[in-house]
């Protein structure tokens, strides 16, 4: 069975920095690119990141890039997210998610992921 656990949300004030961890289990985690997608309430879901299986490719969202970095460590089968920066327009609840394929174009749409985590909150807030 397939399962990912995404951790390491919280709060956090504007300029402050989380890392976010995925890890996964149930597949061969070295053989599929990942994801991060994020929520903020009322509103739908943002692509936020990607990396390849190998982990020596990786994509922003403009709206992250210079202040989020993707990383995974296949021999752990752990994927992160290093979030610095942070401002109010973070806030969302943070997915991880398993990538159909290989990423070739971005941003990711929703029917490009096949599993998804439960989420880990994200609140920047003074």
């Known amino acids: 069975e397939v399962q990912l656990v995404e951790s390491g949300g919280g709060m956090v004030q504007p300029g402050g920095s989380l890392r976010l961890s995925c890890a996964a289990s149930?597949?061969?985690?070295?053989?599929?690119?990942m994801s991060w997608v994020r929520q903020a309430p009322g509103k739908g879901p943002e692509w936020v990141s990607a990396?390849?299986?190998?982990?020596?490719?990786?994509y922003y969202a403009d709206s992250v890039k210079d202040r989020f970095t993707i990383s995974r460590d296949n021999a752990k089968n752990i994927m992160y997210l290093q979030m610095n920066g942070l401002t109010p327009e973070d806030t969302a609840l943070y997915y991880c998610?398993?990538?159909?394929?290989?990423?070739?174009?971005?941003?990711?749409?929703?029917?490009?992921?096949?599993?998804w985590g439960l989420g880990t909150q994200v609140t920047v807030s003074s």
């Open positions: 990396i390849n299986d190998g982990g020596d490719s990786t």
């Open positions: 998610a398993r990538v159909i394929g290989r990423v070739r174009t971005t941003p990711l749409k929703l029917y490009q992921y096949e599993y």
């Open positions: 149930g597949f061969t985690f070295s053989s599929y690119a």
